[in-house]
């Protein structure tokens, strides 16, 4: 017996509601293993990656142990800068980058989130806002460094954290590398979909921004393929219209994680800029 013409349709339409939600419900549970990609294996000692650097555990305040190296500041300088890593790998990635920046005297916190590193925990972005503050309450209360010293560098997802932490605790400058506008629109740069209303995590980088008046460093690269080069400019833009001092870096033909601006002078020697400006103490 043949199929009435509206039945054959009635079935399909009846069925999209449920695959919209099916796929709603999958965005909404998977969410977290698409923003972060944690290196859970724990680090190798902190003596045979970075000599000179301690082994150190930060404490959040809802009960976590994190581990975190701390490399001091050298000569006659005092500053110290708390780096808030991106959503990739741990901190021994970025021993290159504490190196390079020890050179010129400034102390270096390298953490991990929660979930990182072999630490405890799952990250979520109201999680990496108490580890960074746990990271932050190390310097001031156990390390000796003082506010007006402090230097926050956030890479990539870390420009999220540190940048709300800003808003809070003012440091004397701000580093933000390949920094976003917010986490929605770089989802929807990146899938061509509008996925904000379906984020339970924003990282509103640019609103961040727009808050605060601190010298401010921004570096990014114009072939970002990740962050687009035009978010980072926004950002910029939006700090100087906050009343920012800002020094902008722009590495032409630079990717997301190319070496020039994770860990090369262009990089390096912004946050040297921007520190000086922000009136930290004898670093060069």
Same mark, same amino acid.
């Given at each position: 017996?043949?199929?009435?013409?509206?039945?054959?349709?009635?079935?399909?339409?009846?069925?999209?509601?449920?695959?919209?939600?099916?796929?709603?419900?999958?965005?909404?549970?998977?969410?977290?293993?698409?923003?972060?990609?944690?290196?859970?294996?724990?680090?190798?000692?902190?003596?045979?990656?970075?000599?000179?650097?301690?082994?150190?555990?930060?404490?959040?305040?809802?009960?976590?142990?994190?581990?975190?190296?701390?490399?001091?500041?050298?000569?006659?300088?005092?500053?110290?800068?708390?780096?808030?890593?991106?959503?990739?790998?741990?901190?021994?990635?970025?021993?290159?980058?504490?190196?390079?920046?020890?050179?010129?005297?400034?102390?270096?916190?390298?953490?991990?989130?929660?979930?990182?590193?072999?630490?405890?925990?799952?990250?979520?972005?109201?999680?990496?806002?108490?580890?960074?503050?746990?990271?932050?309450?190390?310097?001031?209360?156990?390390?000796?460094?003082?506010?007006?010293?402090?230097?926050?560098?956030?890479?990539?997802?870390?420009?999220?954290?540190?940048?709300?932490?800003?808003?809070?605790?003012?440091?004397?400058?701000?580093?933000?590398?390949?920094?976003?506008?917010?986490?929605?629109?770089?989802?929807?740069?990146?899938?061509?979909?509008?996925?904000?209303?379906?984020?339970? &995590?924003?990282?509103?980088?640019?609103?961040?921004?727009?808050?605060?008046?601190?010298?401010?460093?921004?570096?990014?690269?114009? &072939?970002?393929?990740?962050?687009?080069?035009?978010?980072?400019?926004?950002?910029?833009?939006?700090?100087?219209?906050?009343?920012?001092?800002?020094?902008?870096?722009?590495?032409?033909?630079?990717?997301?994680?190319?070496?020039?601006?994770?860990?090369?002078?262009?990089?390096?020697?912004?946050?040297?800029?921007?520190?000086?400006?922000?009136?930290?103490?004898?670093?060069?």
């Amino acid at each position: 017996m043949a199929t009435p013409s509206g039945a054959r349709w009635k079935a399909p339409l009846l069925a999209l509601p449920v695959v919209v939600l099916m796929l709603v419900g999958a965005v909404w549970v998977g969410q977290q293993s698409l923003v972060y990609h944690p290196d859970r294996t724990p680090v190798p000692p902190v003596a045979d990656r970075l000599p000179g650097a301690h082994e150190v555990t930060l404490r959040t305040t809802d009960g976590l142990e994190l581990g975190a190296w701390w490399l001091p500041p050298t000569g006659t300088c005092r500053a110290a800068v708390l780096l808030a890593h991106g959503n990739g790998g741990n901190r021994a990635g970025r021993v290159r980058l504490a190196q390079a920046l020890n050179e010129h005297g400034l102390g270096v916190l390298m953490f991990d989130y929660r979930g990182y590193g072999g630490n405890p925990g799952r990250p979520t972005e109201a999680g990496l806002a108490l580890d960074v503050r746990a990271a932050r309450s190390y310097l001031l209360d156990e390390a000796g460094v003082e506010e007006q010293d402090l230097v926050y560098l956030g890479e990539s997802l870390g420009t999220g954290v540190v940048s709300e932490l800003a808003v809070e605790h003012p440091p004397a400058a701000l580093v933000l590398r390949s920094p976003l506008t917010s986490l929605d629109e770089v989802g929807h740069s990146l899938y061509r979909v509008p996925v904000g209303w379906l984020l339970r &995590d924003r990282y509103l980088v640019r609103e961040n921004v727009g808050r605060l008046g601190v010298p401010t460093a921004v570096v990014y690269g114009t &072939d970002d393929a990740i962050v687009p080069a035009a978010q980072s400019r926004d950002v910029a833009r939006t700090a100087r219209e906050a009343g920012a001092e800002v020094v902008e870096v722009e590495g032409p033909g630079a990717g997301h994680n190319d070496d020039v601006l994770v860990e090369g002078a262009a990089l390096v020697e912004a946050v040297v800029a921007v520190a000086v400006r922000g009136g930290v103490r004898g670093c060069r």
